[in-house]
């Protein structure tokens, strides 16, 4: 989800205090290396993914023939993470760009070709066993081509991927945001839909749903909660402060107040299924890998797991049930699957990204390039003065 996001550090000479974000500025000083302990992070948020629905997921929703002998049920802190780096990485991103339809472009260009290829492999992957007993509509995968499903009142074909729907979400209201000059005062732009996360989200869940049946006002609040993103806002809103306390811009007091707000609000509304110690661990951690503080997040595993971390995210669940119960049925030990499973997906995604993915990348933004050159001449015309 938030592999499609590149992650740069920012220059130490930016050091306003300004509290109105000058977004010009922010373009100016962003440098040109990559965090490496951010790709790490990414790399675990990935990897807590895999083995969370590979071993926990499995277990409950088809079962191993014997048992697994472990389970890793972590599987809400990787989303929770992802979010959160979301939060800082699209800041970092938008604001350093400041042109909403670049920052689109390359958000689409790097998401939607290798998903839409991924959503027709699954059309063969669900005829397999154990998929094959759900019956899935055409309705349904037509509005899972649009990357948003359930806002056509669809499920996911693969379960996973409600969270790339919730990214392609924010990517859209981030731009709104941005276009409607709400981020150059962010710090009462993020406090205003914290606000609006604790009220809508805790009115609509203390109503009893026959009250929320047929009454305009639930039907408009649940609206409001879904577009808005208000149950996972607390997660974007921690990443987009810990961006500006990183780049300090304006005043760091009021940015931390926002962000432990952020986190305050989260877990009044997640009904105590987040741990809040996990979420500081989680937050500090964030925070000292975009300062470079964390140098075992450089090591080249975790680096190149990150680089293959979106079709890992695409490739892994349904296809690797798929392998689990194959192998399973064929007598082989749990732990065997699984291991099978595992390497599988991350062969495949290597394969994907190198093979797939980056070429239809480079191709698209050669194509643009090229779009761009040639309307530059023309563009300037009449604007050179006469030899």
């Excluded at 000059?181 to 009115?203: D, F, H, M, N």
């Excluded at 707000?261 to 809040?276: E, M, Q, Y």
Aim: with cysteine.
């Amino acid at each position: 989800m938030s592999a499609a996001i590149e992650i740069e550090i920012e220059s130490s000479d930016h050091t306003s205090k300004e509290p109105r974000l000058a977004m010009p500025a922010v373009t100016a000083a962003v440098g040109k290396n990559r965090i490496l302990e951010l790709d790490g992070l990414r790399a675990l948020a990935a990897i807590n993914l895999m083995l969370f629905h590979l071993t926990h997921v499995y277990s409950v929703k088809f079962g191993y023939s014997s048992p697994l002998g472990f389970e890793w049920p972590f599987g809400a802190y990787g989303v929770e993470l992802f979010f959160i780096l979301s939060g800082y990485l699209n800041a970092m991103s938008l604001l350093r760009r400041g042109d909403p339809s670049r920052y689109l472009s390359a958000r689409f260009i790097r998401i939607v070709p290798i998903f839409l290829i991924v959503i027709v492999a699954n059309l063969l992957i669900v005829q397999l066993p154990p998929h094959d007993t759900t019956h899935y509509t055409t309705a349904q995968w037509i509005a899972n081509l649009t990357l948003v499903p359930r806002l056509l009142g669809q499920e996911c074909i693969d379960p996973v991927m409600w969270t790339l729907q919730v990214e392609m979400m924010f990517y859209g209201l981030l731009t709104l945001l941005f276009v409607g000059g709400l981020l150059r005062r962010p710090i009462w732009t993020w406090s205003i839909l914290l606000a609006l996360s604790l009220l809508v989200c805790r009115w609509v869940d203390a109503q009893p749903a026959t009250s929320l049946e047929g009454s305009l006002l639930a039907s408009w609040a649940i609206a409001v909660r879904g577009l808005l993103l208000l149950d996972f806002i607390p997660l974007f809103a921690i990443g987009f402060m810990l961006y500006l306390l990183r780049t300090r811009q304006g005043s760091s007091i009021t940015s931390l107040i926002v962000l432990i707000a952020g986190a305050a609000v989260f877990h009044h509304i997640d009904h105590g299924k987040h741990n809040p110690a996990a979420t500081v661990l989680i937050v500090a951690t964030v925070a000292l890998a975009s300062m470079g503080k964390i140098p075992p997040l450089r090591i080249r595993p975790l680096v190149f797991v990150s680089t293959i971390s979106y079709a890992l995210y695409l490739c892994h669940n349904n296809l690797g049930c798929a392998l689990i119960h194959h192998f399973d049925r064929a007598g082989l030990p749990s732990v065997a699957c699984l291991l099978i499973a595992i390497v599988f997906s991350l062969s495949l995604a290597t394969i994907v990204t190198t093979r797939v993915e980056q070429p239809i990348t480079r191709a698209i933004q050669r194509a643009l390039s090229r779009r761009v050159e040639t309307r530059t001449p023309v563009a300037a015309q009449g604007l050179v003065p006469p030899g």
